[in-house]
T-cell receptor, first 112, second 113 residues
Framework: DTAVSQTPKYLVTQMGNDKSIKCEQN?????MYWYKQDSKKFLKIMFS???????INETVPNRFSPKSPDKAHLNLHINSLELGDSAVYFC???????????FGQGTRLTVV | GENVEQHPSTLSVQEGDSAVIKCTYS??????FPWYKQELGKGPQLIID?????GEKKDQRIAVTLNKTAKHFSLHITETQPEDSAVYFC????????????FGKGTTLSVSS
């Protein structure tokens, strides 16, 4: 069983489109995250949720909107996609603060 | 907020040699320092972590050392093997609650046989 699963694994779309990435964890963790990894491999936190509540929202354009319908899911919706949004997006979860984070396999988003 | 610097950005070693990757952090209140390994096409995976009440931790060929006074921590891999080739990231908490991690920029380790 995959602990943290993201879909889709690859996403190619045109500029201006709206897309969503789904994430589910079956570890029973309270905290979930979205990270963005750019072409230089730099990993940057975007959002952090604890028990469905948003606790960290880094400087991310408001075109990005996370939604957590329940503790096991954290989806990422992106409006009006731009070329600069091309990256690998990782979902992760952890039991709480300062504990091991378990990452999904990533979603490679390419905006053309 | 926390800032994490990581060096070197690339490291090439021969199989059997040791590899050392160093990180510095800025927030003296940080108390948790994990290291992640990312293989090609996969998500990062925790390989070892250390908390601020400990100066060193070992797990087989991997060790991490922490110097709180100097605010730096290092990853040591001994007897490197080709399967150690990957990108390694150090990290520190983004805040005192540890509700997210700030990552270093990564080190690409290449082990040649």
């Amino acid at each position: 069983d995959t602990a943290v699963s993201q879909t889709p694994k690859y996403l190619v779309t045109q500029m201006g489109n709206d897309k969503s990435i789904k994430c589910e964890q079956n570890l029973g963790h309270d905290t979930m995250y979205w990270y963005k990894q750019d072409s230089k491999k730099f990993l940057k936190i975007m959002f952090s949720y604890n028990n469905k509540e948003l606790i960290i929202n880094e400087t991310v354009p408001n075109r990005f909107s996370p939604k957590s319908p329940d503790k096991a899911h954290l989806n990422l919706h992106i409006n009006s996609l731009e070329l600069g949004d091309s990256a690998v997006y990782f979902c992760a979860s952890s039991p709480g603060g300062n504990t091991e984070a378990f990452f999904g396999q990533g979603t490679r988003l390419t905006v053309v | 907020g926390e800032n994490v610097e990581q060096h070197p950005s690339t490291l090439s070693v021969q199989e059997g040699d040791s590899a050392v990757i160093k990180c510095t952090y800025s927030d003296s209140a940080s108390n948790y320092f994990p290291w992640y390994k990312q293989e090609l096409g996969k998500g990062p995976q925790l390989i070892i972590d250390i908390r601020s009440n400990v100066g060193e931790k070992k797990d087989q060929r991997i060790a991490v050392t922490l110097n709180k006074t100097a605010k730096h921590f290092s990853l040591h891999i001994t007897e490197t093997q080709p399967e150690d080739s990957a990108v390694y990231f150090c990290a520190a908490p983004a805040n005192q609650a540890g509700t997210a991690l700030i990552f270093g920029k990564g080190t690409t380790l290449s082990v040649s046989s």
